[in-house]
């Protein structure tokens, strides 16, 4: 694995890491970044021994959303077309994330700001390190929340809540994101570590084909109805009833004794 890489992707035991590498810049998205981003969660999509997704950064901060640098103006340079950054770069790493059949956890470190926020809440599972924070940083610069930022904060927090961090780019500590609702848990810094790494091992042990259901059904069922919704749980339910991971966990239930989960 090459150090200097701005992505770096680690696979092993059934747990894939995707780290964001450019610490000195608090892992701001390049084009060739988010491009290594998109490659690896194809790859991540692939291999089938893989059961749980975790996305971190390198250094102090998780990452700071675009790299600003890359978004200077120089006189007679034509202007950048921000709207198709986000369909060739950004978009397809949030579509592969919410499209991986496996849970993905985000394990937020340091500032998350910009894309880098919105990203980390597109992930499935949202942990943080106490001293960490959100930012939408949009405002600051005059754009608008992106990377689902405006879709996802209303729906996790509430519109007033999501207004104000959308129209004034504070920052939101760690514990207060909890508390909103807007992230899973906060971890103390000294434990951020152990307790990562004790989550994705435990995620990696579990159903996954139950939990890539289970992913699947909670996201569609933010747009379906009711009836809609309770059709699509009994369809979800007949396949996760005919996996070797049902069996499974009914036999170890009865016989009283650990599972041993394979994933399908
Ligand atoms: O394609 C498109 O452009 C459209 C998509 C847009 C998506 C977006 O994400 S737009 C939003 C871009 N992000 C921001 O506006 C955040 C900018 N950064 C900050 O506001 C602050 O850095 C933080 C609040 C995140 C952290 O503050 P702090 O005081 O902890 O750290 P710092 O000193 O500001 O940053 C440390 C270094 O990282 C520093 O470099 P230096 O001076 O030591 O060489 C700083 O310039 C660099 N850095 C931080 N964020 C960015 C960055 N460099 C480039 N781009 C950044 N976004």
């Not at 609702?181 to 971890?187: D, F, M, N, V």
């Not at 170890?252 to 004794?257: D, N, Q, S, T, V």
């Amino acid at each position: 694995m090459a150090v200097d890489m701005p992505i770096l992707v680690d696979i092993q035991g059934g747990i894939a890491t995707i780290t964001l590498n450019r610490p000195d810049k608090l892992n701001s998205f390049t084009s060739e970044m988010l491009a290594q981003f998109g490659t690896a969660l194809t790859t991540i999509a692939k291999d089938k021994s893989v059961r749980v997704l975790l996305i971190t950064g390198a250094g102090r901060g998780f990452c700071a959303g675009q790299d600003l640098n890359a978004r200077k103006r120089d006189d007679g340079a034509p202007d950048i077309d921000l709207g198709e950054t986000l369909d060739t770069l950004y978009h397809p790493v949030l579509r592969k994330i919410r499209a991986l059949e496996l849970p993905v956890v985000a394990a937020v470190n340091g500032v998350a700001a910009g894309a880098g926020c919105n990203i980390a809440l597109t992930c499935d599972v949202v942990i943080a390190a106490e001293s960490a924070s959100f930012i939408q940083a949009f405002c600051k610069i005059g754009l608008v929340p992106d990377c689902g930022g405006t879709w996802a904060l209303q729906r996790l927090v509430g519109r007033q809540r999501a207004m104000g961090m959308a129209l004034l780019g504070e920052k939101i500590s760690a514990p207060q994101a909890e508390q909103w609702g807007l992230i899973w848990k906060t971890i103390p810094d000294v434990d951020f570590a152990v307790e990562r790494d004790r989550l994705v091992e435990h995620l990696a042990q579990q159903p996954t084909y139950g939990l890539s259901l289970i992913k699947r059904a909670i996201d569609e069922g933010a747009t379906n109805s009711f009836d809609e919704q309770i059709d699509l749980e009994r369809d979800f339910q007949r396949l996760a009833g005919q996996s070797s991971d049902y069996a499974e966990g009914v036999s170890a239930f009865l016989e009283k004794r650990p599972p041993n989960f394979t994933g399908s």
